[in-house]
């Protein structure tokens, strides 16, 4: 059974940082795809950043890219988003996805994904 279980949200003032970590498990593939996607109020779920377990490819929304970074501990079974210069605009509800192999199509797209873990808000203030 696959789990997924976000931690790491929490209440920051623009500029700042935070980490966000998702507890991964229970793939048969052992190599699976992990994301990361959000939700603001009133706005669609997006993709803000994925990583391959197969091949270490990795991806960023350009909203995020250079700010954002993320990585997987494989001993951990934990992939983390290290998120530095976070903007107001960043507020939201940070989902972690995944999926049970490589995806061949869009990273960013939800619709790659079969898992999704629980949430974790995330606000950033003024």
């Known amino acids: 059974e696959v789990q997924l279980v976000e931690s790491g949200g929490g209440l920051v003032q623009a500029g700042g940082s935070l980490r966000l970590s998702c507890a991964a498990s229970?793939?048969?593939?052992?190599?699976?795809?992990i994301g990361w996607f959000r939700q603001a109020p009133g706005k669609e779920r997006e993709g803000v950043s994925c990583?391959?377990?197969?091949?270490?490819?990795?991806y960023y929304a350009h909203s995020v890219k250079g700010r954002f970074t993320i990585s997987s501990d494989n001993a951990k079974n934990t992939v983390y988003l290290q998120m530095n210069s976070l903007k107001p605009e960043d507020t939201a509800v940070y989902y972690c996805?995944?999926?049970?192999?490589?995806?061949?199509?869009?990273?960013?797209?939800?619709?790659?994904?079969?898992?999704w873990g629980q949430g974790t808000q995330v606000t950033v203030s003024e």
């Open positions: 996805a995944a999926y049970d192999g490589y995806i061949m199509g869009d990273f960013g797209d939800e619709d790659e994904y079969d898992f």
């Open positions: 229970g793939f048969s593939s052992g190599e699976p795809t």
């Open positions: 990583i391959s377990s197969s091949d270490g490819s990795t």
